[in-house]
């Protein structure tokens, strides 16, 4: 095959030992938005996800605590959604994931 050889000529890496801080800044973090949204539909169906809507909301740095929806830790690394709801019942989210969750639990008309 041609071109594997490649010298890369005239093509300049600037990179001074720093490539591991990427500037994503906002994706899903661990799943497909597809998947979350089917996640959140049988949640909502079972129970295990509120439809009501926040009292309060915050956002900030990840705690280290499982988020609602996708299970996974929400690291320091990502936006946390804490959702305080009417019950006192708190929910903490991925930001990505309570903006999935927020758009599924309104009702369909
Ligand atoms: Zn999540």
């Known amino acids: 095959m041609a ?3 490649t010298t890369a000529a005239g093509i300049h890496f600037a990179l001074g030992g720093h490539a591991s801080q990427i500037d994503v800044p906002w994706r899903t973090p661990t799943m497909e938005l597809d998947e979350l949204r089917s996640l959140t539909r049988e949640k ?4 295990e996800l509120p439809r009501d809507k926040c009292q309060v909301t915050w956002f900030g740095p990840g705690v280290g605590l499982p ?3 996708c299970g996974r830790t929400v690291t320091p690394l990502e ?3 804490e959702c305080e709801q009417s019950t006192g019942a708190t929910l903490r989210f991925h930001q990505p994931c309570f ?3 927020d758009e599924e639990r ?4």
């Open 3 to 5: 071109g594997e050889s």
């Open 44 to 47: 909502l169906q079972r129970g």
């Open 99 to 101: 903006a999935v969750w």
């Open 79 to 81: 936006i946390e959604c």
């Open 106 to 109: 309104r009702p369909l008309d």
């Open 67 to 69: 988020c609602a929806l």
